[in-house]
């Protein structure tokens, strides 16, 4: 059974950091290439960030350069999104995505919420 399983969501203060996981199981995560995504109430679903399967390749949305970082440890089948100088405008679920081909998996959202 395929699943993606993000962690580490929470409530922080502007200016702080959060570090996101996804856990993957039920398919060859080494293949597959990972995004995170985000959506905020009232808005599309976004691309925040990607990486290619053998983690040579990143992309970032214009709005998080320099504040995040994705990466990978294919060993552990885990894609990680370390979120650093958050906003309030980075208040939002995120999820991660893992596709290959036409075949595409979502994980469940976990929520991030930067708040004083």
């Known amino acids: 059974q395929v699943q993606l399983v993000e962690s580490g969501g929470g409530l922080v203060q502007p200016g702080g950091s959060l570090r996101l996981s996804c856990a993957a199981s039920g398919f060859t995560f080494s293949s597959y290439a990972m995004s995170w995504y985000r959506q905020a109430p009232g808005k599309e679903r976004e691309l925040v960030a990607g990486?290619?399967?053998?983690?040579?390749?990143?992309d970032y949305a214009d709005s998080v350069k320099g504040r995040f970082t994705i990466s990978r440890v294919n060993d552990k089948n885990t894609v990680y999104l370390q979120m650093n100088s958050l906003k309030p405008e980075d208040t939002a679920v995120y999820y991660c995505k893992a596709k290959f081909g036409w075949t595409t998996y979502w994980g469940q959202g976990t929520q991030v919420t930067v708040s004083s």
């Open positions: 990486i290619s399967s053998a983690g040579l390749r990143t």
